[in-house]
């Protein structure tokens, strides 16, 4: 799966502490922007209190998420307009850019078994402890042939590749036409996390067209450390290593489920979707959303449950107000692996709801904003037939918001709020910290020994075995 994520079970260095989120709207229309600060490098995830800050080290690279207190200039100190005025100097001033990050798809069934290869060997995806993240390629090469076969039933199914890139192109288009429209000029780039064109490439070509002033813009509207966070953190290796890069004022919009044009597409899709049944009102709406395992939550304080669940309730309060009372349910699918998820789980949702007599459903991508095999293999294939074995009689689904002019606009509107708070990334010549890791003989034996132990489990024993090939 595209968005799939796999965790290997072991515990992230980084402890649970409370989130705490701010409940005006006009709070939550905040943009969530990091910046970057590479003279702090440690291992694994710390994190520190998420209404003013966030503060995510993983890997060596440490990122300062200031959420609400130095994103002051597009929040509410600041006005649309007021931000409107500042971007007008700037273009005037600067050349700029902006990159959407994705996680990309096999366009090809030849492309899916590497594919897999480069989604399981992030270290955000598969999550070893220091001693063993040599085993890193070793454990993602052993998945991606396990899982290949499967894979390309899915893609098969959805004509033999991915549109995931096509769209996601017809998006940067739609964005740069809307930033035109708004007297804004600007070169829209794409980069993906797990295929072509890769982030690696977007950036040279940002380095190229000698960009001064960047916004990244992760379509994903909830924050993840298996999305955005990994995506960051493949920009930060690149702009630290790159003088020219380092200087660059960058701007990252961290999540934006919060913004009004947001709530209002997805409530539109809906809203027009659920005119499609004979009897609306009786209609459950389903929201389904990528799970990610309870681990990256409970230990590594991941915020997308709670970013999710706060998308619903905005959703929800929207239809709402249109007048729109039905009832609603939010689980996650695409669960893999030996692992705990995200619960409730989707498939096990659609069975208990069909037996409990609901009738119509209609199910809501809420996590994608553009078609891939998450939503046209999963949730129209698998899981509908699913809900119709259960019981479920009328069956929908509200697209993905692709191309919605509002959504597009929107996004727009949000890359000329963040323009003013670019800054530059900070001396990318870092120190290694205490916590880098020791290269004397004896960490290095212990780690072999402990290494090729976890190596032989994985690869011999057939209750993992097993796992992974049902993934």
């Not at 046209?376 to 899981?383: G, H, K, R, S």
Request: glycine share 6%; hydrophobic share 40%.
């Amino acid at each position: 799966m595209e968005a799939t994520a796999l965790s290997s079970g072991f515990n992230p260095v980084m402890k649970r502490k409370d989130h705490r989120f701010l409940r005006s709207y006009a709070q939550r229309k905040s943009l969530s922007l990091i910046q970057f600060d590479s003279k702090e490098r440690s291992f694994g995830l710390k994190n520190s209190k998420l209404e003013g800050s966030i503060a995510i080290t993983h890997r060596g690279l440490r990122f300062k998420t200031n959420v609400f207190e130095q994103a002051h200039s597009v929040t509410g100190d600041c006005s649309f307009d007021e931000a409107r005025d500042k971007t007008r100097s700037l273009v005037a001033e600067d050349k700029i850019g902006v990159l959407l990050l994705n996680l990309g798809g096999p366009e090809t069934l030849n492309d899916v078994q590497p594919f897999l290869y480069n989604l399981f060997a992030d270290p955000d995806i598969i999550r070893l402890p220091r001693p063993f993240q040599f085993l890193q390629g070793t454990i993602a090469k052993f998945i991606s042939v396990v899982r290949a076969p499967k894979s390309k039933e899915g893609y098969a199914a959805i004509g033999g590749g991915s549109p995931l890139r096509k769209i996601t192109d017809e998006q940067a288009d739609a964005i740069r036409m809307a930033l035109q429209a708004k007297n804004v000029a600007a070169n829209v780039y794409v980069g993906m996390r797990y295929w072509y064109p890769f982030t690696e490439e977007a950036v040279q070509q940002i380095k190229k067209d000698k960009i001064t002033r960047l916004v990244v813009l992760p379509l994903y509207p909830q924050y993840s450390i298996s999305t955005t966070g990994s995506s960051i953190r493949v920009l930060q290796d690149l702009f630290r290593k790159d003088p020219y890069l380092a200087g660059v004022p960058v701007a990252i919009i961290q999540s934006w489920y919060q913004r009004r044009g947001y709530v209002n597409s997805m409530a539109d899709l809906i809203e027009k979707e659920l005119q499609t049944f004979s009897d609306p009102k009786e209609v459950m709406i389903f929201f389904s959303a990528h799970g990610v395992p309870v681990s990256y939550v409970e230990n590594a304080g991941d915020p997308y449950q709670k970013q999710m669940e706060e998308c619903i309730d905005l959703i929800m309060e929207e239809l709402k107000a249109r007048g729109v009372l039905n009832d609603h349910k939010l689980a996650y699918q695409s669960r893999v692996g030996p692992v705990q998820w995200l619960k409730p789980y989707t498939d096990e949702v659609l069975v208990d709801l069909g037996k409990s007599g609901v009738k119509s459903l209609l199910a809501v991508p809420v996590s994608f904003v553009s078609e891939h095999i998450e939503t046209l293999e999963e949730i129209d294939m698998e899981y509908r037939e699913l809900a119709l074995e259960s019981g479920v009689e009328n069956w929908g689904r509200v697209p993905a918001l692709g191309l919605t002019p509002s959504f597009i606009t929107d996004l727009a509107d949000a890359v000329i709020e963040s323009l003013p708070s670019a800054e530059a990334m900070s001396n990318p010549n870092a120190v290694l910290s205490e916590d880098s890791e020791s290269s004397d003989a004896f960490s290095y034996i212990v780690k072999m020994f402990f290494g090729s132990i976890l190596a032989f489990v994985l690869l011999l024993s057939p209750k993992m075995f097993h796992a992974f090939r049902n993934l």
